[in-house]
């Protein structure tokens, strides 16, 4: 942005503050329950960021949702709260305090760290994230958002730093509790400084260090575990063994989402010799390669098994002293964590190796057909993923095929690891599953099919098996067909037995029960985390009826789009238990374990609640340090007052507290009024865990109170700047406070609302947010400018074309604002509010030439503040007042319109696209004039005809008739090689089929704008008469002196082919011209001589209309035009009024004829056939 758009932008966060500072002064957002409700509420929630760091534009597209809704919502009459809190709970703010601390005792205060140690390789820990509304996008394989947002900082203190923090303060942060001291206020004058709507008095912190907070979420968890919501005892978890703790999605640098992923262990015996890498070590001992495999009824397909002859493994020993796995080290240390080794997180590795060292020897594996299969080589075994160990069913598995033809054809590879024929040559497919389209061998026919070469065809081969197996197997209808061939089991359905085959192999100790993650998480202390088996304390989600009342909440959850719906039915649907219990980090201790803190996601899921009372309780001191209005203590909130305050049928004298009745009723009351939450809105990353604890939560604490679940749910995508990811490394990234300074507060919202709303990623464009400040910027300065000149508008009810038309597009874009309001989406409202708005005032101000309406213009200033100002509301507040109104815009109402004339729509519509077409007509003709003329100057058009047709030649009425049977029929019109077919086989069309496929075109173009409106045979509109009553107009902005306008009828057959209804024709002509001089002999009237240009056949009433449009009169008959009696002598005489008596009155119908057969060109004025030369001037007179 140049100098002068940061002047600008200075002007408006001027503007801004003042208006932010009677907003505060006169407390306009804060609002109580009303104690009689005459209105209808609105709440809207937003999940409160975390205090680790500052907001950035991500946190504030998401929030303004949220603000946007609540405005327009107070705009509709309702009471509407936005209430805001801030959320201190987790891990992350005491793992920044520590490592602060460990950075200073190790390296000094101020640090001085190693040279060129700074940079962190991979994951770091933490900056600025947000606990439930994290920026991301999981489907790229990229850094992570914590080193995104760090720049790969190694030290925290670094970190810091790069924050803007000197030293000195830096220091402070190293105690966990300044965090929570310095971020919320700042974060509080940041989300005041983009004009939030929220009432401030609600405000407050999570963890114990809030005791009002603590006691409500103590309740809370209280009432859980005596609804039996929560258990105790050992489960899978993901688990950071750094930390010592479950790694939470809270908790996590990257692989928020993720969970445990269950495998089966095949435990492939390796029989004797042994290789020489564990031949002494493991003499004596059962030595075991453990498979993790998703498909266990596979088993008896196994040829084979596989290992990465360039990937290292360890034997190491499990806790039966007798036998020795082999696998990864990444797998034996998940291994560790969940029951195999003797100690827990200890790995006894008695040797490692290279996967080649073990190619060619012999294991037995269990359900196989062969008495013993070899260790074969795989050069696309991964290391990260599974145990490194593979079997091989290439029945099955394209990969396996793909392998082992590679070593069945290829003796070089086989001689390259040492493999003789008898390892791999006996062994092919075995049928064990019949697979509908591929059969008993569905993946050697799969690779034939798709000729597969080798196992490199990577991509193929992933196609493949999407086909045949993800699909196949696990995808619904098609997987009931897919029968098993051999063992026990055999003739049954693969879905059927699946389980029935894990357990016996369990059973018979060939297998066991393993889990990792589904993908690498990353904990926020650099840690990669493992599956563990914990003993912890968890939330039952898995209950079977739990489980079915939040489905019926869903059920009655208006989530706005599909896909949100659908998102949270599938985790509903496969959501088990989550651990709400943690040993390290901030939070509220569990009221029956105190050892144990409740973790991040299992403390935010009913706080909105809290927000119904917190002003009471606290008064707007956030960390609850100070008595609110009611004067109640913290240690006063016994579960019996909560019970009563949210509950009804609750009787104060069972309480047995000493808060007076008429507090708790009042607290009691505002619960009442503001749930259920009307609305809340998040990120869409949070549906598989928040949002759907928030449901959960709701039913449990509610649940024989369904008025008090939720009603809404808003999820939107993630945020990008300038079409890319968000990174503090790549310098595109903006804090919230930088985005408000760099484009004011108003021009980033107006940005962000413009930068998308649906569930996939939205885009905030800088470009965007420039213009949208010049946009705004002059917006407030033409209203300024239009209102000091209001005296001088015309004041009278709408009457002409553009003031109807301009009348008809307040009231319509009125109603889709609204629709689009209602509907949350917002990128369409700024859209109908305010660019189509402007353009609308734009259409009218150039339609009536500025002969501008001062009650509309009026009504439009007025309108476009309301509707625009949930988007805008500092512009929109200052306009309100210059216009008198002595309250806030935040208690207007939202525009009440007539209903939208839509046959004024259709005429507007029809004059837009006619002008479109006699633009591009005019510069066709100026084109092919230039190509004539070569390099001699181009004489332009000054006149032009147009012909209206009222309706169509009988060939295209035909034409169109039979389009309109054939959408009737089929709902679409056929391609244009069926339409040609089709429609030349009509004997009346045969003669025009030159022009009958580009008609056809026409019309088509036309059905995809119009509809079936396209079909039919007259005007839609008075065609002949809209472009009569704008024919000034016409002329001036086509900037030719005459257009006369005829009916296609008069134009002769040629013409009615030419033209067609919704589509006039226009041909330009240039006609012979005279300059002429007009002068007022008014003396100091103001109005002054002119020179123009008067055509040949141009009528003195249009010359009128030109001289009233040069000199601004309203009204023609205002204009008295004068010729000398003498047109020769009479224009050397001085033009005073005293001389018009040698002069003569022109009538308006007088026609003009220009004489150009000599030079310099003539004027004459021809009146019923009498010829009067004009000569050089004439005079005008205002009266």
């Not at 920044?96 to 190790?106: N, T, V």
């Not at 081969?461 to 086909?467: E, G, R, S, T, Y």
């Not at 579960?639 to 104060?652: E, K, R, T």
Request: aromatic content about 12%; proline content about 5%; hydrophobic content about 40%.
């Amino acid at each position: 942005m140049d100098t002068r758009g940061r002047t600008k932008v200075a002007e408006l966060l001027k503007m801004e503050e003042n208006v932010q500072k009677v907003w505060e002064k006169e407390k306009i957002y804060e609002i109580d329950a009303p104690e009689e409700p005459d209105r209808a509420k609105f709440i809207a929630t937003f999940p409160f960021p975390y205090m680790n760091g500052f907001l950035h534009l991500g946190h504030a597209f998401s929030l303004t949702k949220c603000e946007f809704a609540v405005r327009y919502q107070r705009l509709r009459g309702k009471n509407a709260l936005f209430p805001f809190a801030l959320h201190c709970t987790g891990m992350p703010i005491k793992a920044s305090a520590d490592k602060l601390k460990a950075e200073i005792e190790e390296f000094g205060l101020p640090p001085k760290f190693p040279p060129d140690s700074e940079l962190l390789p991979d994951q770091s820990l933490l900056s600025e994230t947000n606990s439930e509304s994290t920026i991301k996008d999981k489907a790229k394989g990229k850094k992570s958002k914590a080193v995104a947002k760090s720049g790969a900082l190694k030290y925290q203190w670094s970190i810091m730093k790069s924050l803007g923090f000197q030293d000195d303060e830096i220091a402070k942060f190293s105690d966990s509790l300044y965090w929570i001291q310095f971020f919320p206020p700042v974060t509080i004058e940041h989300l005041k400084k983009m004009g939030l709507g929220v009432d401030w008095r609600r405000t407050f912190i999570t963890t114990d260090v809030n005791p009002y907070f603590d006691s409500f979420v103590r309740w809370q968890f209280l009432k859980l575990k005596e609804q039996k919501r929560i258990d105790f005892g050992k489960r899978y978890t993901v688990f950071s063994p750094k930390d010592g703790q479950p790694c939470m999605d809270h908790d996590r640098s990257s692989g928020e989402g993720v969970g445990p992923q269950e495998y089966t262990l095949i435990k492939l015996h390796l029989l004797q010799p042994y290789p020489k890498a564990i031949e002494t070590i493991c003499k004596g001992k059962s030595v075991y390669l453990v498979a993790a495999t998703l498909r266990p009824e596979t088993m008896y397909g196994q040829t084979n098994c596989w290992i990465g002859p360039d990937i290292k493994y360890i034997a190491f020993m499990v806790n039966n002293d007798q036998q020795v796995f082999v696998c990864t080290r990444r797998a034996a240390r998940n291994m560790a964590y969940q029951g195999f080794t003797a100690q827990e997180g200890q790995v006894n590795v008695l040797a490692e190796f290279f996967g080649k060292e073990i190619v060619g020897y012999r294991v037995k594996a269990p359900l196989t057909l062969y008495e013993s299969v070899y260790i074969l080589p795989m050069m696309n075994v991964k290391s990260d993923k599974g145990t490194g160990v593979v079997t091989s069913v290439p029945s099955d598995s394209p990969d396996d095929y793909a392998a082992l033809q590679d070593l069945k054809k290829k003796k070089p590879l086989r001689e390259k690891f040492g493999i003789v024929d008898e390892m791999v040559l006996p062994f092919n497919p075995v049928p064990i599953i019949d697979v509908p389209e591929f059969g008993k061998l569905s993946a050697p026919t799969a690779c034939e099919e798709a000729k597969v070469q080798s196992q490199n065809d990577i991509a193929t081969l992933i196609a493949i098996k999407d086909k045949i197996y993800l699909k196949s197997f696990y995808d619904g209808v098609s997987a009931l067909c897919y029968i098993l061939l051999v063992g026990k089991y055999a003739g049954r359905k693969v879905q059927d037995v699946k389980k029935h085959i894990q357990k016996d192999m369990i059973d018979a100790g060939d297998a066991c029960i393993y889990y990792e993650t589904e993908r690498p998480v990353i904990s926020r202390s650099g840690d990669e985390c493992v599956v563990a088996l914990c003993d912890q304390w968890y939330l039952n989600y898995g209950d079977y009826k739990w489980k079915a009342a939040t489905r019926k909440a869903l059920q009655c959850l208006n989530t706005y789009t599909d896909n949100v719906y659908n998102n949270l039915k599938a985790t509903v649907d496969w959501l088990h238990e989550h651990a709400c219990s943690r040993s390290y980090g901030l939070g509220t201790k569990l009221p029956w374990d105190e050892q144990y803190l409740i973790e991040s996601l299992s403390d935010s899921t009913i706080y909105m609640a809290y927000y119904t009372v917190a002003h009471l309780l606290q008064g707007g001191v956030f960390d609850g340090s100070k008595c609110g209005p009611l004067n109640i203590k913290p240690e006063q909130l016994t579960p019996a007052v909560w019970d009563y305050i949210f509950y009804d049928g609750q009787l104060y004298e069972n309480v047995k507290t000493d808060i007076e009745k008429w507090k708790l009723d009042k607290l009691k009351h505002e619960f009442n009024y503001w749930y259920p939450v009307d609305l809340r809105v998040s990120g869409k990353d949070l549906i598989q865990n928040h949002l759907t604890y928030y449901l959960y939560n709701h039913v449990a604490m509610w649940p024989s109170d369904q008025s008090k679940w939720p009603c809404s749910v808003w999820a939107n995508g993630h945020l990008l700047l300038n079409n890319e990811k968000m990174s503090k490394s790549t310098g595109n990234f903006l804090t919230l406070v930088e985005a408000v300074e760099r484009y004011s507060a108003d021009g980033m919202r107006l940005a962000l609302a413009d930068a998308g709303d649906s569930i996939e990623d939205a885009n905030f464009m800088e470009t965007m947010a420039d213009a949208g400040v010049l946009r705004l910027y002059n917006f407030l300065s033409w209203v300024i400018e239009s209102i000091a000149t209001l005296d001088e508008m015309a004041n009278h009810p709408p009457s002409t074309f553009p003031e109807l038309i301009f009348q008809n597009d307040i009231n319509k874009y009125v109603q889709i604002s609204a629709e689009n309001y209602e509907k949350m989406q917002f990128k369409e409202a700024v859209k109908s509010a305010f660019f189509e708005f402007q353009a609308a005032r734009d259409r009218y101000r150039e339609w009536s030439m500025m002969e501008l309406n001062r009650n509309l213009i009026l009504r439009f200033i007025e309108t476009q503040a309301i509707i625009l100002s949930p988007i805008c509301p500092h512009i929109c507040e200052t306009i309100w007042k210059l216009l008198g109104n002595k309250y806030s815009i935040v208690h207007a109402k939202w525009p009440t319109v007539e209903p939208v004339v839509e046959e004024l729509s259709k005429q507007c519509a029809f004059l837009e696209d006619a002008l479109h077409d006699f633009r591009i007509r005019y510069k066709s003709t100026i084109a092919s004039k230039q190509k004539k003329a070569g390099k001699m100057p181009v004489v332009k058009p000054n006149m032009a005809i147009i012909y209206v047709a009222a309706g169509y030649p009988p060939w295209q009425e035909l034409t169109l008739t039979t389009l309109a049977k054939m959408h009737e029929t089929s709902g679409s019109l056929p391609d244009n090689k069926i339409l040609s077919k089709e429609l030349l086989q009509i004997e009346e069309l045969k003669k025009h089929a030159k022009k009958l496929m580009p008609f056809v075109a026409a019309v088509k173009e036309s059905y995809d704008q119009k509809g079936v409106e396209a079909f039919s045979l007259q005007a839609q509109v008075d065609e002949l008469d809209i472009l009569k009553r704008n024919a000034a107009y016409l002329v001036s902005t086509l900037q030719l002196q005459d257009i006369q306008i005829y009916t296609s009828a008069q134009g002769g057959e040629k013409m009615q082919e030419e033209c067609r209804p919704g589509k006039p024709f226009i041909i330009f002509q240039t006609e012979k011209v005279c300059k002429l001089m007009l002068i007022n002999p008014t003396v100091g009237s103001g109005y002054f001589e002119f020179e123009t240009a008067v055509l040949h056949g141009e009528t003195v009433n249009n010359l009128k209309q030109r001289i009233a449009k040069r000199i601004a009169v309203s009204d023609v008959e205002h204009i008295l035009l004068y010729r000398y009696n003498d047109s020769i002598f009479g224009s050397r005489m001085i033009p005073v009024l005293e001389n018009l008596q040698q002069c003569t009155e022109v009538r308006s119908d007088g026609v003009f004829e220009v004489d150009d057969q000599h030079q310099p060109a003539t004027l004459s004025l021809n009146e019923d056939g009498y010829h009067h030369p004009i000569g050089a001037q004439m005079l005008y007179v205002v009266v």
